[in-house]
């Protein structure tokens, strides 16, 4: 395989481990713990995995195994430094017994039920340390929830004689690692689950987990490309970017792109919703601070917009909601493709028609027409920053006639996403990563199941660092699914009263009139500390540093 100078180096590059993982460890166990809410329905769920103590590493006698071998999943969307958690994890084990062996399953959680593995030798690893992607083993979103595809897994866990499944996902994954730790304790197969915190939404945290693998490199990843166009925009002053960027519910990541790259504008649908804010409103409010600014003569800007958006305007939410009812309907899947839209507007209620008919026609489409396997309103197929940017043009143009403007309007539009998933980890990601990995190890050794591999206290050096375990069902509660109720970890949208957002809240109103645009550069792997080694703003915020 050709490589890239920065590869070659980077290959070099040792990640740094907790203190307390750098020796042997024993494990010091907390008080029982309780789920997040509805207790007792989580307990009737969990008898096996449920109230187990929060652990923490501290060091403790040298500890040998006898050969235990261990499977690896990657499940969902790319993270940046999924393979050094894989890495980690291979080199813990490996200090525990050489010969242990580590199965990674092909593309996702379907390799554990198709038997479609591949032994990962040290030459293998090697190829992939400190790199982004996940094309070491591949991923895939196939949900792990059925008991025969417990009883698939089972077989070929047995024929591999291997004893501990790692599974790094993100919260729908890890929900399903605990089902899945739950029903192989239940049965007493012997075989240990255990869950790693990955997705760049950083919308798995909470008390016990600061922060989910990826979210750091990817937001600096679309900071730098943002830090880019601010000063394109700010070199030619003609166009108004708006920026979609991924993230598919929660706003984490364009809040951080905001706080490191200062834009005029940035959406969070959190407050959108929150403020109950109409599809207009939220144009109104973009097309105010534009009008504000050409009164300057400044006819440019960037507005960033989180990808989940649409689906947090509440009128638009209950439209969704009526949608997914009538197109999953007997009647609805008779119906032509051609009459659809017809079909929708007979269908359904008067309050939902107004919001449904007002929408510019290929949105009202793509609601109407486009569903995912589950038969969902594919809601991040809408192009919210095309859709925002037109309906922003219409109320400036009718401001102009009404002698309310006297600007430029221009726009350029950009999504990002995908650009930023699996690039090289940041040192950050890659520490962490590696740190998570080799941490599932100790968890491993020390019998656990049903626990997520977490590391805290990141924003100080990672010698610091605190590396423990936390019960998966504590993070649970209960939440309608697909009609039903569900254990499920709950998931952490950004908080209008947690310091980043506050932050961004105080600052916002001086980005949108004045330029005081920042550009994060790109990630640097070499170099001085405070250029290499800062965590995001949103973890330095939340944790007051
Ligand atoms: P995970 O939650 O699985 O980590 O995926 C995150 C994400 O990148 C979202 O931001 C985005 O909406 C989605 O995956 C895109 O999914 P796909 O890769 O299937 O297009």
Known sequence: ME????????????????KALQGPVKAKEG????????????????????????????????????????????????????????SGLFDGIKTLNPDSKLYGFILGPGGLVDHNYMELTADIIDE?????????????????????QFEKGIEILRKLDIKALVIIGGDDSNTNACVLAEYYAAKKYGVQVIGCPKTIDGDLKNEQIETSFGFDTACKTYSELIGNIQRDCNSARKYWHFI?????????IA????????????????????????????VTYIATAVAKRAEQGNNFGTVLIPEGLIEFIPAIKKLIAELNDVLATDEAKTVERSEQIDFVRRSISAENLAVFNSLPA???????????????????????????????????????????????????????????????????????????????????????????????????????????????????????????????IRKALVELDGAPFRYF?????????????VYPGPIQYFGPTEVCDQPTCTLKLEQNK
Not at 244 to 252: D, E, I
């Open 3 to 18: 490589k890239s100078f920065l590869q070659i180096a980077r290959a070099a590059y040792q990640p740094k481990l907790p």
């Open 31 to 86: 008080a029982p713990t309780q789920s997040v809410g509805n207790q007792e329905e989580i307990k009737a769920e969990f008898p096996n995995t449920y109230g187990m103590p929060v652990i923490e590493f501290v060091e403790g006698e040298a500890q040998q195994l006898p050969p235990y071998n261990v499977g690896v999943i990657l499940s969902g969307g790319q993270a940046p430094g999924g393979h050094n958690v894989i």
């Open 128 to 148: 992939y340390r400190n790199t982004g992607g996940f094309d070491i083993i591949g991923s895939g979103r196939t949900k792990l929830e059925e008991i025969e």
């Open 244 to 252: 979609k960027l991924m993230g598919r519910s929660a706003s984490h």
């Open 255 to 282: 809040l951080e792109c905001a706080l490191q790259c200062q834009p005029n504008i940035c959406l969070v649908s959190e407050e959108v919703e929150q403020k109950a804010m109409s599809l207009d409103e939220v």
């Open 362 to 488: 290929e949105v009202a489409a793509q609601l109407a027409l486009d569903r995912d396997p589950h038969g969902n309103v594919q809601v991040s197929l809408i192009e919210t920053e095309k859709l925002l940017s037109k309906m922003v043009a219409d109320k400036l143009a009718a401001w102009k006639a009404e002698g309310k403007y006297v600007g430029k309007f221009a726009a350029q539009h950009h999504f990002f996403g995908y650009e930023g998933r699996c690039a090289a980890p940041s040192n950050y990601d890659a520490d962490y990563c590696y740190s998570l990995g080799f941490n599932a190890s100790r968890l491993i050794a020390n019998g656990k199941t049903g626990y997520m591999s977490i590391i805290k206290n990141t924003t100080a050096p990672a010698a610091e660092w605190i590396a423990g375990g936390v019960p998966i069902t504590m993070m649970m509660n209960m939440e309608r699914r697909n009609g039903k109720n569900k254990p499920v």
């Open 505 to 517: 809240a105080a600052h916002r109103d001086e980005w949108a009139e004045k330029t005081e645009y």
